[in-house]
């Protein structure tokens, strides 16, 4: 209907078809993920009459400037700032994938990737399931296309204030 929203949608329902296959996690991920695509899909995208929405700039997606996740996703870790390297533990996501670089962690703190979360059952039923409001509709994008990150545990022994932890997301 010349809506480049509606056009947007199409562009998302196309390109989540191409992708799905190959997005980790078992069934039940699966599932979650067509019904938060199809929420999405029946709510729309959110625009700036909502007022969460009201200063983003949403065109990358109306524009239809949207894009299969990247595979892969390893490679070298670039040379992080100093600030960041003093007396705490930093995590590198590149493109969401979590950087393992071999350094300690701090005692009583677990750091599992996304990926393999998700095969393990019952994980994804621990995610925070978006809702239906607008503000919660780019929440429902990310849902439907989540492939990497990283959980994160820490023991109830782990103390908070001893332990800095940085994620850099790259």
Known sequence: NGDPRSAALESLRGVHAAVVARLPGGERWRTRRAESLARLLA???PTARDESWRYADLRRITDGAVAAPAAGGEGAVPALPDALATGATTLVLTDGVWQHTGTALPQGLAVLRLADALERSGSAERLRQPGDDAADRLALLADAYTANGVVIRADRSTST??????????
């Open 161 to 170: 204030s001893a332990t800095t932890l940085h994620v850099v997301h790259l």
């Open 43 to 45: 709510r729309g995208l």
